[in-house]
């Protein structure tokens, strides 16, 4: 994916990333970094929850969703990205280390759980987070730094999008063409993963366009 392809991409895509999230946070809270939340928290249940979604249990057969694994993933990077603005200690090198992970072996089950179990552990023992295990998280299942933007950018606009046409009043369509909303957004994430130029300063809004004229028909 083009986006990639310069280090000034890549930090634009962090910068994205940390943009919206701050705008996410501040719909809160005006004062989000001073309330202490306990983003920490929310990393660990989310890695129970990821665990389940991609299978962990020796008696019964079971077959990972890797989509919803990814957006586990991704909901974990949510709190790890205000944990980070709220400390101070989100850097632009963060975006180099992110995107040089590499994504290109086969998925390692053994090792994504053991990451998804340390990244749980060291969010309890420093209630912070740490990005060695969220890093070997990715290279296992593996999920690339392109993804992890795509799929984020995907689900902060649909949340958007949703809230925008009336979530809260009960106006709000989840159905459209016979298909949920979150089914449209994964067609619209694949689109947007095989084009090789994508202008992270235009994802946001180009996503969001898109999502309204299938909304809209």
Request: avoid cysteine; proline fraction near 6%.
């Given at each position: 994916m083009g986006a990639s392809s310069e280090s000034g991409s890549v930090v634009e895509m962090l910068h994205t990333m940390a943009d919206m999230q701050h705008h996410h946070n501040e719909q809160v809270h005006a004062q989000w970094a001073k309330q202490g939340y306990e983003y920490y928290r929310a990393i660990w249940v989310e890695c129970a929850e990821m665990l389940d979604h991609f299978g962990w249990k020796w008696w019964k057969k079971q077959h990972p969703d890797i989509n919803q694994v990814k957006l586990e993933l991704v909901d974990i990077w949510h709190f790890a990205l205000s944990d980070l603005l709220r400390t101070d200690t989100l850097k632009d090198s963060l975006a180099t280390v992110l995107s040089e992970v590499d994504t290109s072996?086969?998925?390692?089950?053994?090792?994504?759980?053991?990451?998804?179990?340390?990244?749980?552990?060291?969010?309890?023992?420093?209630?912070?987070?740490?990005?060695?295990?969220?890093?070997?998280?990715?290279r296992t299942l593996p999920m690339s730094y392109e993804e992890l933007f795509v799929m984020y950018i995907g689900k902060n606009v649909l949340n958007q999008f949703r809230q925008n046409n009336g979530y809260k009043s009960g106006e709000y369509r989840k159905v459209w063409q016979g298909r949920e909303d979150n089914e449209h957004l994964v067609d619209l994430l694949d689109t947007l993963l095989m084009t090789e130029q994508v202008d992270p300063r235009q994802l946001p809004d180009k996503l969001y366009a898109e999502l309204e004229a299938r909304y809209s028909v």
């Open positions: 072996g086969e998925q390692d089950p053994r090792a994504f759980r053991a990451s998804i179990e340390a990244l749980a552990e060291s969010s309890l023992r420093t209630r912070s987070f740490e990005i060695e295990p969220f890093l070997e998280a990715m």
